[in-house]
């Protein structure tokens, strides 16, 4: 078994079936620049890898805090980084968020407002986490954080379609049914001002790389 955390890991067959699905149906280690205007040179990249060309995704709604959905459109206009997770995660889920609210503090010093990419925790454990739950769970590592869920059929369509999987956990015997864990994809997802799948930034995700790139990347955008 290949752990990542003790309550949040990939065993290692749901491991091979990401990286299957993401090596042979999106070409993504063979991954070259994309979204650049041919007088631009491409960023130079340190943890992120970008696809050879951005994916669209399929429509969906997710639930945000007070029942808002949260759809396609709403994703549009800047660049966002999709993480998946549950908020019962004792240490992948809040390191990762911690990185990510530490790298928005740094890309906050070098982008206006309105390029700045956003953060969207996306909690994969809908029978404990509300939607003002995963909200303020989000907002606690990062203030403009978007947390949201959604029921089971919408957040496996919505995981598939961005190359991540999560399936929830046996309970061992004897052990109460409500402490349960979920197995989820550990590597973040980058969407597009477009809102398409354009690359992912596998872990460690050290802040000050992350920022590095997505300035890159935003100051590179057309």
């Known amino acids: 078994m290949t752990r990542i955390s003790t309550h949040g890991f990939i065993r290692r067959s749901t491991l091979m079936i990401l990286v299957a699905s993401l090596a042979a149906g999106l070409g993504l280690w063979a991954a070259q620049p994309l979204l650049y205007s041919k007088s631009k040179s491409p960023p130079a990249m340190g943890i992120t890898t970008l696809l050879p060309s951005p994916r669209t995704i399929p429509a969906f709604a997710l639930l945000g805090a007070g029942g808002e959905p949260l759809t396609l459109n ?12 549950f908020t019962h995660c004792p240490d992948v889920c809040p390191t990762t968020l911690a990185d990510l609210g530490g790298a928005a503090k740094l890309w ?9 990419p956003r953060i969207v925790f996306v909690s994969v454990d809908p029978e404990r986490d509300s939607p003002d739950h995963t909200q303020e769970y989000a907002r ?3 203030a403009d954080a978007i947390g949201v869920t959604g029921d089971l059929p919408a957040l496996e369509a919505f995981t598939r379609s961005l190359g991540m999987v999560f399936m929830k956990a046996p309970v061992a015997a004897g052990t109460d049914p409500a402490n349960y864990s979920i197995d989820h994809s550990a590597h973040i997802t980058l969407l597009d001002p ?6 992912l930034i596998r872990a460690p995700h050290a802040p000050a790389a992350i920022a590095k790139d997505l300035i890159a990347i935003v100051q590179s955008t057309p």
């Open 140 to 142: 606690f590592f990062s």
């Open 108 to 116: 906050a010093q070098s982008l206006p407002a309105a390029q700045q």
């Open 74 to 85: 709403d994703l549009k206009g800047r660049w966002t980084l999709v993480f998946i997770g």
């Open 194 to 199: 477009q809102g398409r799948f354009a690359g």
